[in-house]
């Protein structure tokens, strides 16, 4: 069983930053893919951004390309999103995911069915 708890939402400004951090456990988190996705208010979840367990291979969705990053500490079993010139369309509850098996996830990063467990979320609202 895996568990994972994200932190570091917030209410930030249009151009603003935050970083978003998710904590997983089990001792073999540097074995797992990674993904974080949001959801909006009356919207489906969607794909942000993505990463390898070795960190060498990243995905992001195209309408954060540029402004998101997505990073990992191995050795703190946490993966990072850092998130700079926010908009107000970035608002959403965003989830971090862990993939088990990355053997048929390269390519496929974006799909919420190649992740085995989720966080409960962590708001992100941005002012205009």
């Known amino acids: 069983q895996v568990q994972l708890v994200e932190s570091g939402g917030g209410l930030v400004q249009a151009g603003g930053s935050l970083r978003l951090s998710c904590a997983a456990s089990g001792r073999t988190f540097s074995s797992y893919a990674m993904g974080w996705f949001r959801q909006a208010p009356g919207k489906e979840r969607e794909f942000v951004a993505a990463?390898?367990?070795?960190?060498?291979?990243?995905y992001y969705a195209d309408s954060v390309k540029d402004r998101f990053t997505i990073s990992r500490d191995n050795a703190k079993n946490t993966v990072y999103l850092q998130m700079n010139s926010l908009k107000p369309e970035d608002t959403a509850a965003y989830y971090c995911a862990a993939a088990i098996s990355d053997s048929d996830w390269y390519g496929l990063a974006s799909l919420r069915r190649k992740y085995d467990y989720w966080g409960q979320g962590t708001q992100v609202t941005v002012s205009s």
């Open positions: 990463i390898s367990w070795s960190g060498g291979t990243i």
